[in-house]
């Protein structure tokens, strides 16, 4: 083979990787965009399913449960029987999920619509991850996992914004969207499975060992439930900000105001990207841990007034003690955070002189915000 033709196979293998990453993207953005567009649908499924509002509120867990549930094994199974196959299995069960919601009469079988949705998607979410990390370089791995969770929360945030204006049309339209989508990207990844092969593993027993050790660490345990209250939380206070709105606001209104939660996500994403490749993942956890912590004191400063109504308590005190409460219970998970989890896999840190003066000067800006 001439260099001609290498440089020919370079560019064609280039190409096919190119239009693998770019339906990656597009179907990692499908999942939050499925799940969240209930947000603005309150007020017209309530009204269809002749139920109130709230009853509606169960087909969130019923789509997120089994989407979290199913990618404790998905990955893994992925890895014995092939990225393509799982992700085929996934969206043939989401698709199928989707097709019954936009026939759905009841808030029954919404549910259960749901719960297939969730299923199926849990199939496809951490194999396309699992697929991206093997067709990218290892130095570009972790930009492309922060474009990952852009293009995630950029679904969480155009889900309610779409869903806002196609509603007034009629909201069964959604589902039939999301049914396209997945049929055009089952065909594609048909097509890309015939070129593109990936190395799979042979054992399952292979995984269930390493399943039962994982499971048995703690820091495993303290990444799981760290990751579990942050989504939550996430979550809830979407769900609860939409759940306001609903019978308030216009549909299409409460879809744009939600908007801007998945764009500042989607800019957060893309920037931590950038960040951890050229300056290394401290930067990105210093953000990350002041963002949370000044989340943490305004979302305590809100919970105030309901702190009061349950405990007769006197200004100001109804606002401090909360504040503390949840700080206190933020300081220790960062605690045993680095207790269980950074010193065992780091261990303890010496820094020269440069390296002192910085953190002199990064502990009197963390004394200002706080």
């Known amino acids: 083979m001439d260099k001609q033709e290498k440089a020919k196979l370079t ?150 914004l779409i869903a806002g204006q196609i509603v007034t049309y009629g909201w069964r339209y959604l589902y039939v969207l999301f049914i396209i989508i997945t049929v055009i990207g089952f065909i594609v990844i048909i097509l890309l499975r015939k070129q593109h092969k990936i190395r799979k593993e042979t054992s399952f027993k292979l995984f269930l060992s390493h399943l039962s050790y994982e499971i048995r660490r703690i820091s495993v345990l303290l990444l799981i439930l760290s990751a579990f209250l942050a989504s939550h939380t996430y979550l809830a206070s979407i769900i609860w900000t939409s759940r306001a709105f609903t019978g308030v606001i216009e549909e299409s209104l409460a879809g744009l105001i939600l908007a801007l939660v998945g764009i500042i996500g989607a800019l957060a994403g893309v920037i931590m990207g950038t960040v951890i490749e050229k300056k290394g993942v401290s930067y990105a956890l210093i953000f990350g841990l002041l963002s949370l912590f000044i989340g943490m004191i305004i979302l305590s400063l809100g ?23 949840v700080n206190i219970f933020a300081f220790l998970i960062f605690y045993f955070g680095k207790k269980y989890l950074t010193v065992p896999r780091i261990g303890f840190v010496k820094f020269g002189p440069k390296r002192k003066e910085k953190q002199k000067k990064l502990r009197l800006f963390l004394f200002i915000v706080l």
């Open 11 to 160: 560019k064609e293998t280039s190409k096919r990787l190119l239009f693998i990453e770019i339906i990656i993207y597009i179907l990692f953005w499908l999942g939050p965009l499925t799940g969240n567009v209930i947000l603005v649908l309150f007020g017209v499924l309530s009204t269809e399913f002749s139920v109130p509002p709230s009853s509606l509120l169960i087909a969130i867990p019923s789509f997120m449960f089994p989407f979290a549930i199913i990618q404790l094994f998905s990955g893994a199974i992925s890895d014995i029987k092939g990225r393509f196959p799982v992700i085929l299995f996934g969206l043939i069960l989401f698709g199928f999920g989707m097709f019954i919601a936009a026939l759905s009469f009841s808030l029954m079988i919404y549910v259960i619509a749901n719960v297939l949705g969730g299923i199926g998607f849990g199939f496809v979410n951490p194999v396309l991850i699992a697929l991206m990390s093997d067709i990218t370089p290892g130095p570009k791995i972790p930009k492309k996992m922060g474009y990952l969770g852009a293009v995630a929360n950029l679904g969480v945030g155009v889900g309610p």
């Open 303 to 325: 919970v105030a007034p309901l702190f009061s109504l349950l405990i007769n308590i006197p200004d100001p005190w109804n606002y401090i003690i909360p504040a503390l409460g």
